[in-house]
């Protein structure tokens, strides 16, 4: 019997050889599962149907519906567990266009402990999404369609849809290609297009990524660079992190600023957080510095002013994220081209699940329309 990586190959190879035609025969099948697998709305559904196909696979005997071993039969089996251990790894490695987390932890399908019937209710959204999981899952369990064809097909879909994405990028980078040469932005042009990239859907990973280009560009001005950036989805707690953008000075890593990026107001209770992240870590930082794209209390920052003397020489301060860039930009004038191109660099290396597709092509678009436009008036 195949091991799981090893099924999961198998499944890119068959793939990567059909990716001119459909594996599934029946056009009923096709449609569903194209709709799961190309969902923009939601990925967990794609991840929730291969973790049961590879399970399936894998062990033949388990009820490819019942993907939760508190069910208690002997034909369930852990569906998270085939999600965390494989999928994971596999979407990965292949920049495959899914969540970078288990759909196990989706509100709509942890703590279960029923067969995934046709009828049953999971309370997600898109309904439909769901729905056609749960058929394409019944579909299986009655041998409508083979655990191995419907997982290939999956999989095609996935590469379809992520070359798909890299050409239209590739395509809109190339557009810029046409401005340069041109004059270039201004800082305050820059801090235009970038407050607009804000302003849309789904941008709380942008700050992070505004201060890491920041330091990024002027790490030998400053005698100061970024550590790598943690995930979007990982926690302080599991990554040891001080917070979401650690700074360091150029010869060694201990850290000695740590900035973390808020997509609402900062409360003081924000700040007894982060009082007492540090009360037990064993590093020391000499400023802890909160970015925020709303507006600031007075009072917070007042108190954030106050712990110099408490805390023996920590400063903590709250700053707003278009103020921090502009402040930077205009510092670091000569710099702000290469601001741009780093925070774009930046952006396009994101997974999906951290910077949407549509923000990634929205901002593109946004910075060859400024360009564009500089371009006219001269």
Not at 146 to 165: K, W, Y
């Amino acid at each position: 019997m195949s091991e799981p990586a090893e099924i999961l190959d198998s499944a890119l190879r068959l793939a990567f050889d059909n990716l001119e035609r459909s594996l599934i025969a029946n056009l009923e099948i096709q449609e569903k599962i194209k709709y799961v697998a190309r969902n923009l709305k939601n990925r967990a559904g794609v991840r929730l149907l291969m973790a049961c196909l590879l399970a399936k696979i894998h062990r033949p005997q388990v009820d490819v519906r019942k993907p939760y071993t508190e069910i208690g039969d002997a034909d369930a089996f852990s569906g998270r567990t085939y999600d965390e251990r494989y999928i994971t790894a596999f979407v990965t490695q292949n920049n495959l266009p899914c969540n970078n987390t288990t759909a196990f932890l989706t509100p709509a399908l942890r703590d279960r402990n029923a067969t995934l019937t046709k009828n049953y209710n999971l309370l997600g959204k898109p309904p439909q999404l769901y729905q056609s999981v749960l058929d394409l899952l019944d579909d299986v369990g009655n041998s409508r369609v083979s655990p191995e064809a419907l997982l290939a097909e999956t999989v095609r879909l996935l590469i379809i849809d992520r070359n798909e994405r890299q050409q239209r990028i590739n395509a809109l980078v190339q557009e810029l290609k046409t401005t340069e040469g041109a004059l270039p932005l201004s800082s305050e042009d820059i801090i235009n297009l970038v407050e607009k990239h804000l302003s849309l859907k789904g941008t709380s990973r942008l700050p992070v990524l505004v201060i890491a280009a920041a330091y990024r560009v002027a790490e030998q001005s400053l005698g100061e660079r970024v550590l790598s950036l943690q995930s979007h989805n990982a926690a302080d707690a599991q990554t040891g992190a001080l917070g979401d953008v650690e700074i360091t000075l150029l010869e060694d890593d201990e850290v000695v600023t740590s900035y973390e990026v808020k997509g609402k107001r900062v409360t003081s209770e924000d700040i007894d957080r982060a009082l007492q992240k540090l009360s037990i870590s064993s590093r020391r930082v000499d400023n802890y510095i909160f970015i925020t794209t709303e507006a600031i209390n007075e009072e917070v920052q007042n108190y954030a002013r106050s712990l110099y003397l408490q805390t023996g020489g920590i400063e903590f301060v709250v700053l707003d994220c278009i103020g921090f860039i502009r402040h930077f930009l205009h510092l670091f004038h000569r710099l702000r081209s290469n601001f741009l191109a780093a925070y774009q660099d930046l952006i396009l290396a994101e997974p999906q699940s951290a910077v949407s597709q549509p923000l990634k092509e929205a901002f593109l678009a946004m910075r060859q329309a400024a360009e564009a436009g500089i371009e006219d008036e001269a």
